[in-house]
């Protein structure tokens, strides 16, 4: 697999512009475990190779077990998840597919059970954020593997 462009250094305003946007969601107080929860999630239902592979790196660097990485994609048939936990990946995946169910009701309410008001406003640009991040990878072909936590070089962002 080929890039197709180096969209950092085409538009880095563009880039410190999303930058931004996730200089937010680190400082909003939200778990940093769980928000790599949600930035593999979205990249696993967006299909994005570079970012499925930064985030469970990042996850594994800050603890995260190998058994709730890959029982990921089947969150709800495992025991491994906290209730925030699944609250916050419901509403991942409502979001993240949006045109499917327009984030029904339900999970809406499962989710305010969980999070404070200004939490899910957070939780929902980290979630704006992922998808934004899984579009350039995926359109642009980022290709995954060089990608080291300590080395945010090879960081799309």
């Not at 197709?4 to 475990?33: F, T």
């Not at 790196?57 to 089947?74: H, I, N, P, T, V």
Request: aromatic share 8%.
């Amino acid at each position: 697999m080929q890039p197709r462009i180096d969209y950092r250094n085409v538009a880095p305003q563009g880039i410190e512009a999303m930058r931004g946007l996730e200089a937010y969601v680190r400082r909003s107080g939200l778990e940093p475990g769980l928000l790599d929860l949600v930035r593999t999630r979205a990249s696993q239902i967006n299909g994005c190779a570079y970012c499925i592979d930064m985030h469970t790196k990042d996850a594994r660097a800050s603890g995260e077990s190998e058994q709730r990485l890959y029982a990921l994609d089947a969150w709800r048939e495992t025991p491994f998840f906290t209730d925030r936990e699944r609250a916050a990946l419901a509403w991942t995946e409502a979001v993240t597919l949006v045109r499917e169910g327009h984030v029904p009701d339900d999970v809406y309410a499962e989710a305010r059970r969980h999070f404070s008001e200004r939490e899910l406003v957070d939780l929902t640009l980290a979630i704006v954020a992922i998808n934004g991040w899984n579009r350039l990878a995926i359109s642009m072909r980022a290709v995954p593997g060089a990608y080291r936590p300590a080395d945010a070089s090879h960081a799309p962002r």
